[in-house]
């Protein structure tokens, strides 16, 4: 009797490892990274600075693939972010040259020198990004003391993220 109980008990175990075996075998998708690679759609976001907080003004999956912006890494003053599902889970992430800062040939300085750099209180830019299913939040990835403008050093805290929820734009 003891043999024929223990023997239940292997093949009950059994089962179950199997089953969740097929199970997450079935429900399994391609890694993020792969998905985006894969991906023939972009997913393109309005956004909006004004009063030291964004918002999505419209988002949009386009039937195309559009390459993407080149970003100095180089550059210190970089906007990350990240996109999420509704879970939280980060589905692709990339960088964009901070759209608060203007650099260029905008007015002729005191020094003579014809570059200069302006930093806006409001601006309005454009994210672009391979879309995958399952898509929904944009996190942005600040620092706590200055919003991202200047690069962090070593002794500053780490960047906080400001969720965004734009899948009610799509």
Same mark, same amino acid.
């Given at each position: 009797?003891?043999?024929?109980?223990?023997?239940?008990?292997?093949?009950?175990?059994?089962?179950?490892?199997?089953? %969740?075996? #097929? $199970?997450?075998?079935v429900s399994l998708s391609a890694p993020p990274e792969e998905?985006?690679?894969?991906?023939?759609?972009?997913?393109?976001?309005?956004l909006q600075f004004k009063q030291n907080d964004y918002t999505?003004?419209?988002?949009?999956? $386009?039937?195309?693939?559009?390459?993407?912006?080149?970003?100095?890494?180089?550059? %210190?003053?970089?906007?990350?972010?990240?996109?999420?599902?509704?879970?939280?889970? !980060?589905?692709?992430?990339?960088?964009?040259?901070?759209?608060?800062?203007?650099?260029?040939?905008?007015?002729?300085?005191?020094?003579?020198?014809?570059?200069?750099?302006?930093?806006?209180?409001?601006?309005? #830019?454009?994210?672009?990004?391979?879309?995958?299913?399952?898509?929904?939040?944009?996190?942005?990835?600040?620092?706590?003391?200055?919003?991202? $403008?200047?690069?962090?050093?070593?002794?500053?805290? %780490?960047? !906080?993220?400001?969720?965004?929820?734009?899948?009610?734009?799509?």
């Amino acid at each position: 009797m003891k043999l024929f109980l223990n023997m239940c008990k292997v093949t009950l175990l059994t089962l179950t490892t199997l089953s %969740a075996f #097929f $199970i997450s075998a079935v429900s399994l998708s391609a890694p993020p990274e792969e998905a985006l690679q894969n991906s023939n759609k972009t997913l393109m976001l309005t956004l909006q600075f004004k009063q030291n907080d964004y918002t999505v003004l419209a988002a949009q999956v $386009i039937d195309q693939k559009l390459p993407a912006r080149y970003v100095n890494p180089q550059q %210190a003053d970089l906007l990350e972010f990240h996109l999420k599902n509704l879970q939280g889970d !980060i589905l692709g992430q990339g960088k964009i040259a901070n759209p608060h800062v203007l650099r260029g040939v905008l007015h002729e300085h005191e020094n003579g020198e014809p570059h200069g750099q302006q930093i806006l209180d409001d601006s309005t #830019f454009v994210v672009r990004f391979p879309y995958v299913e399952g898509m929904h939040v944009l996190g942005l990835l600040q620092d706590s003391l200055q919003n991202g $403008i200047q690069g962090r050093s070593s002794n500053q805290p %780490a960047p !906080i993220t400001r969720n965004i929820l734009f899948s009610n734009h799509l």
